[in-house]
């Protein structure tokens, strides 16, 4: 399922990007991508302390969202704020992986599955 997610993540990265690139202004698809950033953020956590041995891929994601999305100003200010809401939020709560940490894991790629498939029937070309 990390597979699929990572697979129509690149593809909305690709696709819903370049509209946001042309002008530093609020894109109507922005509360996804925050949500997104906020999700990648908690993935990036979760699944180190559950011992995927994944290192940074989830942060690399939030990254390459940013390089696709290139945004400045409150954009940019407002996407990093989201990964590291993400991040914070879940550290303050877990300190090793549990059951609930597992299941956090599994609603989070789902959500971010489905935040990846609305962004694309909606606003790819």
């Known amino acids: 399922m990390s597979t699929r997610f990572l697979a129509i993540f690149v593809l909305i990265l690709a696709c819903a990007s370049a509209p946001a690139r042309a002008q530093d202004v609020?894109?109507?698809?922005?509360?996804?991508?925050?949500?997104l950033a906020e999700i990648l953020g908690g993935l990036h956590y979760l699944r180190g302390i559950c011992g995927t041995n994944e290192g940074n891929k989830w942060r690399s994601e939030m990254q390459a969202l940013i390089d696709a999305e290139t945004p400045a100003g409150e954009r940019r200010t407002r996407m990093i704020a989201g990964f590291n809401r993400g991040y914070n939020g879940f550290q303050q709560t877990y300190r090793s992986c549990t059951p609930a940490a597992t299941v956090a894991i599994r609603r989070y790629i789902e959500e971010?599955?489905?935040?990846?498939?609305n962004l694309t029937a909606r606003y790819a070309n």
Do not use: K, T, Y
């Not at 609020?26 to 949500?35: C, E, I, S, V, Y």
């Open 112 to 117: 971010g599955s489905n935040i990846s498939r």
């Open 26 to 35: 609020a894109a109507p698809f922005d509360a996804d991508l925050q949500r």
